[in-house]
């Protein structure tokens, strides 16, 4: 099981609001030519007025999801709906993080389908998106497979080429079985009960980031 990161609930709030500064920022200026992160305020309680203040008015600018935007992910559509989505998934696994730091194991368990679509966007979007593959050496197959909501995904890493994943089920040189809500915290590196068998050196070229 992985070790989840020792986050204070202080420290995740301003790196959500600074997330969402820069988010806001993405938004605002397309060309990216701009875009900069906030600086978070040290005082508690000055802390709290501007994350909320950042999440509300990024909240605000992806109201139209066709709105052009900067990314600095080559596969995402360049639109406020591929912020949204990613935002989505920035404040729930940070959430984890959250009540993790308050308990050793939180109850909350995610919607099926926003968890299966979390494990979705890490694997055919941010790990293909990464920068360079070129030296990579890492060669295998990677099953993972939701048992509730039946989705599943085969991603054949092949050395020094960016990994490609499809929709199929199976069995493959690293097996990570189990609900969606499972999948989601095993693929980006929080403690989860899912089955992981095989060749676990395999789970360093898709971690999060």
Not at 44 to 58: S, V
Request: aromatic share 8%; with cysteine.
């Amino acid at each position: 099981m992985p070790t989840c990161p020792r986050w204070t609930v202080r420290r995740l709030v301003g790196h959500l609001g600074r997330v969402q500064s820069w988010v806001r920022s993405a938004l605002a200026d397309p060309s990216g030519t701009g875009v900069e992160r906030g600086r978070p305020p040290e005082d508690w309680e000055t802390l709290l007025a501007w994350f909320d203040e950042q999440c509300t008015e990024m909240t605000a600018a992806m109201a139209d999801p066709d709105a052009p935007a900067w990314l600095p992910f080559d596969r995402y559509p360049k639109v406020a709906a591929s912020w949204a989505r990613r935002q989505a998934h920035e404040a729930a696994i940070h959430r984890l993080d959250a009540e993790h730091a308050l308990a050793a194991e939180p109850s909350m368990v995610y919607d099926a389908e926003l968890a299966s679509d979390g494990v979705d966007e890490l694997i055919n979007w941010m790990v293909p998106s990464r920068a360079d593959w070129s030296k990579s050496t890492a060669s295998g197959t990677i099953a993972l497979y939701a048992t509730d909501t039946q989705r599943a995904w085969r991603v054949e890493l092949t050395r020094g080429a960016p990994p490609r994943v499809e929709p199929t089920e199976g069995t493959g040189d690293l097996t990570i079985t189990g609900t969606a809500d499972a999948l989601y915290r095993r693929v980006w590196s929080r403690p989860s009960n899912a089955t992981v068998t095989g060749d676990t050196g395999l789970l360093e070229p898709i971690a999060s980031p």
